[in-house]
């Protein structure tokens, strides 16, 4: 099964990525964390991305293309993957497609997590006082302001995407994260399912 987590920053998709990783053995990619990784090890891409990230701008579509075609040839992810923070753009949502056709794999639902912009600027300054040693460089109110712009303009049009696909279901991501992970579950047991 692979599926995508949606929505913007901060509403929690990593959470509940990891939550289906550790229940149904699929894997969590995220680009965030792919780039993070590469900028720490200071390799080309890293390099490459790291500005463009610090700001809440978007890597080029190739780049991050790119990272998800080399992962997605691992022997681990033939089971099933979720996607978290890919894509990003309808470049992405297409080469997506396409990456997974060739492996006979289709994306098989698209949970997208509701949310309110302005909770999530609390959520990220809650989380920073709570563990200011985790804070990210894009982790201040104006950068992730910047990160919420990018996702209403490039980023929400993949909503339409899905939809038409019939792929997409929409939950409500300011409920309590326990009962996020509940209805994550419930969706999920649904999918594949005969209607
Ligand atoms: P968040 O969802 O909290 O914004 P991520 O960890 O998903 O955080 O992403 C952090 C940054 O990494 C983004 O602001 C962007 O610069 C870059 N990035 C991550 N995934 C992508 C992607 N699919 N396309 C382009 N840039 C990406």
New binding site residues.
Partial sequence: MDLILF?????G??TQAKVLQDERGLIQL???????AAAAAGTELGRK?KA??????????E??IGI?AERLEKPDCAKGVIF??????VA?AKALDAMLAGRGRKIDAVIELKVDDEAMVGR?ESRVRENPGAA?A?DNPET?RK?LK??HQNTAPLLDFYRDQGKLVTIDGMAPITDVSATVRRVVGQVGQPA
Avoid: E, H, N
């Fill in positions: 929505g913007p920053p901060g509403a998709k990593g995220s680009t965030g964390d792919m780039l993070r991305s463009v990230m610090d700001r809440g701008d978007l890597v080029p579509d780049l991050v998800i978290d923070g890919f894509p990003r753009t992405q990220m990210r894009d992730l990160r990018v996702y």
